[in-house]
């Protein structure tokens, strides 16, 4: 058939080319997806598949390419086709819209593109795209037969490493090569608790069961691949943040029947992977936030931070309350997650065309959902509102619309006693605006076991990414099955710190003795703190702007951060001292930092951080003292003075103004004074605390702004040198609770087009109205991972 096919088309063109005079000879032909509407489709045909197949069919000249037709994403189908015969089909009655495929337009992991790294300038070059860097990820596994783990054209391993590719359960040494150069796997400390691996679900091997440490593998360090999608969504090529950065997976998540890990497995991991020789680190995976000595990842960190290894973790996917960060540690860089650019959507009909309104999705492309039940909990706020649903109530699929799109939902309700939506599913938008947005999900500071310390650190992409999965896991549930796919759309910070540790890799090839701290502090002072519409971040979860609790420093920019001119650097033994002044006792020390002889006389709580953090604790007015050293990575001596941001209730004092550096690495030091006076402070609505920026400009220097006016600071800040957030921390409760989502949950495993009211609530900012506006604008709770 195919063949026949093949034979009939080689033998038009050729008559084609006999006939031919004229320029216009051979129409291009391309692919086309075609929306039509099924009420309009002719008596004779049965179904629709039929319909567009022969209508196809009677197009004229060379015979189309039917490629697929849509039963659930949309009603109609993908052809190959010549433009005349798109305008043909375009007369058609019944003919909705049509687009033409988009390739390579997106790229994806979309997301190099959206930090800006470029193959010929900038940090991608200049970090030599992460050659010879070894990142280490903690994590589910990983499927090493992925084409994200690729070694083509990889130089040999670097002879320093030390790591292996252990045999298991479907893995074996083989599975390794020049891109994934190790892989273990920690489970030690679950069996010891009695706990099975799951021989259904998965493997007692490095070997990846859910796909999560694949996806934030290949975020990191994947190679190349061209032609990534995720059922037709953001097509383009995948490549992660350090293409040449070697890997080394350690798994030590793994399934029983719930998601279990044991932290001593955590920390035998990260042992290991400081043993084997990893240059940088990544964990995706939190516990929770207890003191740091009984932390793993905060233990773990340290003793790598002691070997010069760059470890970031992400944030944490419980926002927006605030104290929810994971991962706090000041050793630690603390990721929180944004959204990019890119959008996807499905539209949302109302019964039979009553009302059509769009919504956020990566429903897969190929599905249609077509006369579904609408639930609604009417006339009960809990339910309206989807705090509380009663499962009995609901089984299908949802889609979160957005609030204003509500009144038409609520207006078709009370108009009908059996409501139906029909859902279509494909669309990807790009250079959406605002971007980023702090996702609402991120967790958020301060941090509980040392508010002293600003948290989150920075922000970086963590909604909907798209990167390599495991290929016989479903993740999309549809009816009682799932969708298998080579790449998964993904959101969480769990995606964010693997953006942060690429970017960490390729600075680090940069910059081959930059401490972590100093990697960390050129990404921070140089982060974007302004979005796409040139205006401060929106927090997703009250629509209105974030403040350094959300966002930290702001969001990376990594081709800025290779210059950053000033770094605020931190050593060992300042961080020792840090924790002296936790109050540890001399065991809980000697339990982070392995010496049971050190005095602690130097405690000191006010590390050399990138940022500034005052608490106010039931008190209306306050004063604090900062000390910093700045540490000179340019080339060449300067001059740097500070400008200062400051908002109204806050008198900050920077001394001295102007500070000189001689010849690289020189350092100088300066002190912050912050004065906080609530009688005169101003209290935004939309602010859960108040915050300011110091800035050092370098005078004559290439980076050098003007700081004569107010608007040229805005200006300045946006291509600054070094970026200083300094935050007032004052806190409120915010009001939603997890109900929301947790109920929501309990649909989405039920499924059915669940809609959730936002007219009904609360009268201020905080209330859940705000919670609910933003969650209906939020990623799919089906594409959110597990921690
Ligand atoms: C490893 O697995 C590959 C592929 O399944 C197989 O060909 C090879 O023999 C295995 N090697 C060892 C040492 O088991
Ligand atoms: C999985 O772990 C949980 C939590 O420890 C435990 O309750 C459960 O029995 C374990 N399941 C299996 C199959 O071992
Ligand atoms: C509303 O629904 C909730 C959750 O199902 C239930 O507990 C409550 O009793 C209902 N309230 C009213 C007024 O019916
Ligand atoms: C540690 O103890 C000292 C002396 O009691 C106290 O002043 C300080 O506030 C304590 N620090 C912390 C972080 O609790
Ligand atoms: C602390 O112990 C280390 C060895 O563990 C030793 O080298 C050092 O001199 C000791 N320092 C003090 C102050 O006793
Ligand atoms: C705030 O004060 C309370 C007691 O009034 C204390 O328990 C708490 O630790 C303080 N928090 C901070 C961040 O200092
Ligand atoms: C802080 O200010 C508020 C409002 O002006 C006032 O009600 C409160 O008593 C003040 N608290 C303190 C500790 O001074
Ligand atoms: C900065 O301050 C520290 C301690 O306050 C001091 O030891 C150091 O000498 C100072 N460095 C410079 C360059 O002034």
């Not at 108009?415 to 971007?435: E, M, R, S, W, Y």
Request: charged residues 15%; glycine residues 8%; hydrophobic residues 40%.
């Amino acid at each position: 058939m195919e063949q026949i096919t093949a034979l009939q088309l080689l033998f038009s063109i050729l008559i084609l080319f006999g006939k031919a005079t004229s320029s216009s000879m051979v129409e291009e032909r391309r692919t086309y997806i075609i929306h039509m509407d099924k009420s309009s489709m002719p008596v004779p045909f049965t179904t629709h598949h039929h319909w567009y197949t022969s209508t196809l069919a009677s197009l004229d000249g060379i015979a189309p390419t039917h490629l697929y037709t849509y039963n659930h994403v949309m009603n109609g189908f993908s052809a190959v086709l010549t433009e005349s015969q798109l305008e043909q089909l375009e007369k058609i009655p019944g003919h909705v819209a049509s687009h033409p495929e988009r390739f390579g337009q997106l790229h994806t992991t979309h997301t190099t593109n959206f930090l800006g790294l470029k193959k010929f300038a900038g940090l991608w070059p200049k970090g030599g795209f992460g050659d010879d860097m070894i990142i280490g990820i903690l994590d589910t596994g990983i499927w090493p037969e992925s084409e994200s783990f690729k070694d083509h054209g990889m130089p040999p391993v670097p002879e320093r490493w030390r790591g292996i590719c252990e045999k298991g359960i479907d893995f074996n040494s083989s599975y390794c090569n020049k891109k994934l150069i190790g892989a273990r796997s920690f489970s030690k400390g679950l069996k010891q608790l009695g706990i099975k691996i799951s021989p259904r679900d998965d493997y007692d091997s490095p070997r990846d069961y859910f796909g999560h440490g694949t996806h934030t593998s290949s975020t990191a360090t994947g190679s190349r691949v061209a032609n990534a999608n995720y059922f037709g969504y953001a097509e383009g090529t995948a490549v992660g943040v350090a293409p040449l950065a070697r890997l080394a997976m350690y798994k030590v998540l793994f399934l029983n029947d719930t998601y279990e890990s044991a932290s001593s497995d955590t920390l035998a991991g990260i042992d290991q992977a400081i043993e084997d020789g990893v240059d940088l680190m990544s964990m995706s995976l939190g516990f929770i936030e207890t003191p740091y000595w009984e932390n793993p990842i905060s233990l773990g960190a340290f003793a790598a931070l002691e070997k010069g290894i760059f470890v970031s973790c992400s944030a944490g996917n419980r926002g927006p309350h605030a104290y929810t960060i994971l991962n706090g540690a000041p050793w630690i860089t603390t990721v929180g997650a944004g959204t990019i650019d890119r959008g996807f959507a499905a539209s949302v009909t109302l019964g039979e065309g009553f009302a059509t309104v769009e919504g956020k999705s990566v429903y897969p492309e190929n599905l249609l959902v077509f006369g579904v039940p609408l639930y609604y909990g009417h006339g009960n706020t809990t339910k309206e509102t989807c705090s509380s649903l009663d499962p009995k109530d609901i089984a299908g699929k949802i889609v979160a619309i957005s609030p204003s799109d509500g009144e038409k939902v609520e207006e078709y309700l009370a108009k009908t006693k059996q409501p139906t939506v029909d859902i279509k599913f494909q669309v990807t938008n790009l250079g959406t605006k605002p971007a980023p947005q702090v996702a609402y999900f991120s967790s958020r500071g301060p941090a509980r076991q040392s508010p002293w310390i600003l948290k989150p650190d920075i922000l970086a992409p963590g909604v909907e990414i798209l990167a390599a999965w495991v290929p016989n896991r479903g993740f999309t549930p549809i009816g009682n099955d799932y969708l298998l796919t080579d790449f998964e759309i993904v959101s969480g910070t769990s995606m964010s710190s693997p953006h942060i540790v690429g970017i960490a890799a390729l600075l680090k090839s940069a910059h081959r003795d930059w401490s972590s701290a100093a990697i960390r502090s050129a990404m921070m002072t140089t982060a974007d703190i302004v979005d796409n519409s040139n205006g401060r971040f929106i927090d997703m979860t009250t629509g209105t702007s974030g403040t350094p609790l959300d966002f930290g420093a702001g969001h990376v920019n990594p081709n800025k951060a290779l210059d950053p001119g000033l770094v605020y650097d931190i050593d060992v033994e300042n961080y020792i001292n840090f924790i002296c002044a936790l109050n540890y006792t001399q065991n809980q020390i000697t339990a982070i930092t392995r010496r049971s002889n050190y005095t602690c006389e130097n405690a000191n709580l006010d590390l050399n951080y990138p940022s500034f953090i005052v608490i106010l604790n039931n008190t209306n007015t306050t004063s604090y003292n900062f000390k910093r050293i700045l540490t000179n990575v340019a080339d060449l001596k300067s001059v740097y003075r500070a400008v200062i941001q400051a908002p109204s209730g806050m008198k900050v004092v920077v001394e001295p103004m102007t500070i000189s550096f001689g010849s690289k690495y020189s350092k100088a030091n300066f002190s912050l004074s912050v004065e906080i006076d609530l009688g005169q402070f101003v209290v935004e609505s939309d602010y859960i605390g108040n915050y300011g920026y110091l800035s050092w400009y370098e005078v004559n220097g290439k980076h050098s702004a003007s700081s004569d006016t107010l608007a040229g600071i805005d200006q300045a800040i946006d291509d600054d040198v070094d970026v200083i957030s300094l935050s007032l921390g004052f806190v409120f409760d915010p009001f939603f609770q997890n109900p929301i989502s947790l109920g929501t949950f309990g649909a989405v495993e039920k499924g059915i087009f669940v809609a959730c009211s936002a007219a009904n609530s609360g009268p201020d900012a905080y209330s859940i109205m705000n919670g609910l506006r933003q969650w209906a604008q939020g990623p799919l709770i089906e594409t959110m991972p597990l921690w």
